[in-house]
């Protein structure tokens, strides 16, 4: 596949695998607890080209970049705020260089864990954090950016600002919602699937999405809502393996490939375009999530 625009592809009518966990491999890699899994980029970069190389061995159209707590106000907690237009371009880079010419590399931009509206951080500040870093990525060969895991639509929309004045990438939006109710979602601010649907497309996002927070099955009726007020832009879940159970002290995703496997028609039916997985998923997830998305 030649590497046109996502949004592109997807007006082809193609649905998208994107790829999976990230943190789950970098745990069973040797990442320690309380180590900067950013770092690594720099530290054990075998181990990012590793991750990256699995889920497109798997058959990923696209992966992500080790770069989650790439910001300003993530890294300081380790000492690197200094360094961080050179730990995302080397998440970039590492990721680009695994995914191969016909596959997309998306930059994952977390929350910056500053609140708003707690006047912990001003607007101008988030605005230059997330310039800074999406911009490094950009200049370490990523095709878009995906600002993920929101809970917060101020925080949100400055990111997509910052992406869309700042970069050429195309810019990927979404939230994590925990059901409140039957049928009903919201973040832990509030804003419910809708409510930030429409605000990300007004402010410019090419493909809006939910990850995290919830398995496939709960993922259907977010992304069903999502799509009754968008009707020509993409939509991204990731969803997780299942909902996380404590066993024999650990947290455990008990979904299994099988289990996603029979999700993944309704998830399509329901609006999703590009489908991969969030906490708890394996390459073998996004293999069987492939394997349908090519039935379909």
Not at 1 to 27: C, E, H, P, Q, Y
Not at 181 to 193: C, F, K, L, V
């Amino acid at each position: 596949m030649n590497r046109t625009s996502i949004t592109t592809a997807i007006k082809s009518g193609k649905i998208l695998v994107s790829d999976g966990a990230w943190g789950t491999f970098l745990l069973q890699k040797g990442l320690k607890a309380g180590e900067c899994p950013e770092l690594w980029n720099l530290t054990h970069p075998d181990a990012i080209r590793e991750i990256a190389r699995s889920y497109i061995n798997a058959g990923a159209n696209m992966i992500e970049t080790n770069s989650f707590g790439g910001t300003s106000f993530k890294l300081e907690h380790y000492g690197l705020a200094d360094r961080v237009s050179e730990i995302n371009e080397e998440a970039a880079r590492l990721s680009r260089e695994e995914a191969g010419n016909g596959n997309w590399v998306i930059g994952s931009v977390g929350p910056t864990g500053k609140m708003l509206l707690m006047e912990e951080v001003t607007r101008e500040e988030l605005y230059d954090a997330f310039k800074l870093q999406i911009s490094a990525l950009e200049k370490g060969g990523a095709d878009a950016v995906c600002i993920e895991t929101m809970i917060d639509l101020d925080e949100a929309l400055l990111a997509i600002r910052a992406a869309k004045e700042n970069t050429r990438l195309e810019v990927i939006c979404t939230f994590t919602f925990d059901a409140i109710s039957e049928n009903e979602y919201r973040t832990m601010m509030g804003i419910a699937p809708a409510e930030a649907a429409v605000a990300c497309k007004n402010e410019g996002a090419d493909i809006i999405g939910t990850n995290c927070g919830n398995g496939l099955k709960n993922m259907i009726n977010i992304v069903a809502q999502m799509r009754e007020v968008l009707l020509d832009i993409p939509i991204l879940v990731h969803a997780n393996a299942g909902l996380p159970e404590i066993k024999n002290g650990g947290i455990v995703y008990p979904e299994t490939p099988e289990q996603m496997r029979a999700l993944v028609p309704q998830i399509v039916a329901a609006g999703a375009n590009i489908i991969g997985g969030c906490c708890g998923t394996t390459p073998e997830h996004i293999r069987v999530i492939k394997e349908m998305a090519n039935e379909l």
